[in-house]
């Protein structure tokens, strides 16, 4: 089920990604998606009209701009959506926090940007991967999801199983993680202490300095109430029922140094996935494996649309 990956591709940032990488694109068009409750997402789209479709859903704390590298590589021949899930990015803080939230936001993005019929390859990255889980079952989801690739996520235990804290597991590791991950204390500026915490937390040890600053900005920008309230959330998670009830063929990827989703998430996701497609474990890389590894990520999306996504012809 594991794909051997070189330990010299894609674990290290290459010197063609220059530092403006995370500058976010510019769409072709924006549009705001209304969620059940009446939230309301902002949506980029990128790319030609009729040209298959990639949905992206960034994770916890980080935005549109996360997705930047998948965004300027796909965009050439794949039409791009990209969403800030609620309280992120350009998205407002909405009434309500929670997996149905999370579920019902991913749907009325689909729905607003998929044509009837239309399928698409929906990534998610860490709490987007768990909106695909929470989304699963649901029938727009099912309906417009032809392939899903899974990084750096997991369905549940995600406090108990993070290695966050270097101590053994155990209830004083939990405890600690709990109180670190849902600190209500702001971030600040994103400073070289700033970095370092962020890279030990998120990043494998040998992530290049633009990247570990494109990742802080990102993360920095979210409102602490906002990533206070999707803490909460995520400490309870439990989408174990998710996994089994996502039938669309499903790929998963894991950095081996990932300390927010460690390995354990992404095997246990492999072996409970109904049509698991492969599961890809990068050697030395952590929890933010879209810019660890952009080529990687970006290559396994091209290859499930190539696989899994018919265009109509004509379209």
Same mark, same amino acid.
Request: proline share 8%; glycine share 8%.
């Given at each position: 089920?594991?794909?051997? !990956?070189?330990?010299?591709? %894609?674990?290290?940032?290459?010197?063609?990604? *220059?530092?403006?990488?995370?500058?976010?694109? $510019?769409?072709?068009?924006?549009?705001?998606?209304?969620?059940?409750?009446?939230?309301?997402?902002?949506?980029?789209?990128?790319?030609?009209?009729?040209?298959? &479709?990639?949905?992206?859903?960034?994770? /916890?704390?980080?935005?549109?701009?996360? /997705?930047? &590298? @998948?965004?300027?590589?796909?965009? !050439?021949?794949?039409?791009?959506?990209?969403?800030? @899930?609620?309280?992120?990015?350009?998205?407002?803080?909405?009434?309500?926090?929670?997996?149905?939230?999370?579920?019902?936001?991913?749907?009325?993005?689909?729905?607003?940007?998929?044509?009837?019929? =239309?399928?698409? !390859?929906?990534?998610?990255? +860490?709490?987007?991967?768990?909106?695909?889980?929470?989304?699963?079952?649901?029938?727009?989801?099912?309906?417009?999801?032809?392939?899903?690739?899974?990084? +750096?996520?997991?369905?549940?235990?995600?406090?108990?199983? +993070?290695?966050?804290?270097?101590?053994?597991?155990? #209830?004083?590791?939990?405890?600690?993680?709990?109180?670190?991950?849902?600190?209500?204390?702001?971030?600040?500026? !994103?400073?070289?202490?700033?970095?370092?915490?962020?890279?030990?937390?998120?990043?494998? &040890?040998?992530?290049?300095?633009?990247?570990?600053?494109?990742?802080?900005?990102?993360?920095? *920008?979210?409102?602490?109430? $906002?990533?206070?309230? /999707? +803490?909460?959330?995520? =400490?309870?998670? %439990?989408?174990?029922?998710?996994?089994?009830?996502?039938? *669309?063929?499903?790929?998963?990827?894991?950095?081996?140094?990932?300390?927010?989703?460690?390995?354990?998430? &992404?095997?246990?996701?492999? *072996?409970?996935?109904?049509?698991?497609?492969?599961?890809?474990?990068?050697? #030395?890389?952590?929890?933010?494996?879209?810019?660890?590894?952009?080529?990687?990520?970006?290559?396994?999306?091209?290859?499930?649309?190539?696989?899994?996504? @018919?265009?109509?012809?004509?379209?």
């Amino acid at each position: 089920m594991s794909r051997p !990956v070189p330990a010299a591709r %894609d674990t290290h940032a290459r010197d063609s990604h *220059a530092p403006d990488t995370y500058v976010p694109p $510019v769409p072709a068009r924006e549009l705001t998606a209304v969620s059940a409750d009446g939230a309301e997402l902002h949506v980029e789209v990128h790319g030609p009209e009729g040209a298959p &479709a990639v949905v992206l859903a960034h994770g /916890w704390t980080c935005s549109t701009a996360f /997705w930047a &590298a @998948q965004v300027r590589e796909l965009a !050439v021949d794949h039409r791009v959506i990209a969403y800030d @899930q609620r309280g992120h990015g350009r998205s407002p803080a909405g009434r309500a926090y929670g997996t149905d939230a999370l579920a019902d936001d991913l749907e009325a993005v689909l729905g607003a940007t998929l044509a009837p019929g =239309e399928k698409a !390859v929906v990534a998610g990255h +860490s709490m987007g991967g768990m909106t695909v889980l929470a989304a699963a079952a649901r029938p727009v989801f099912r309906a417009h999801t032809a392939a899903v690739l899974l990084c +750096s996520t997991g369905s549940s235990r995600l406090v108990a199983e +993070s290695t966050v804290v270097p101590i053994r597991a155990g #209830g004083l590791r939990t405890w600690l993680t709990r109180h670190i991950l849902g600190s209500r204390a702001p971030l600040g500026p !994103v400073t070289p202490v700033a970095r370092r915490i962020l890279k030990y937390a998120t990043m494998g &040890a040998g992530s290049a300095p633009h990247l570990v600053d494109a990742c802080a900005r990102i993360v920095h *920008a979210c409102p602490r109430r $906002v990533r206070h309230a /999707w +803490s909460q959330v995520l =400490e309870r998670l %439990d989408l174990d029922h998710g996994v089994t009830e996502l039938a *669309a063929p499903t790929e998963v990827v894991v950095g081996t140094a990932d300390r927010l989703t460690p390995p354990v998430h &992404a095997r246990s996701l492999a *072996a409970a996935l109904p049509h698991c497609v492969g599961l890809t474990e990068l050697p #030395g890389l952590g929890h933010m494996t879209p810019v660890e590894a952009p080529e990687l990520v970006t290559g396994r999306i091209r290859a499930l649309v190539s696989t899994y996504v @018919q265009v109509k012809e004509g379209a």
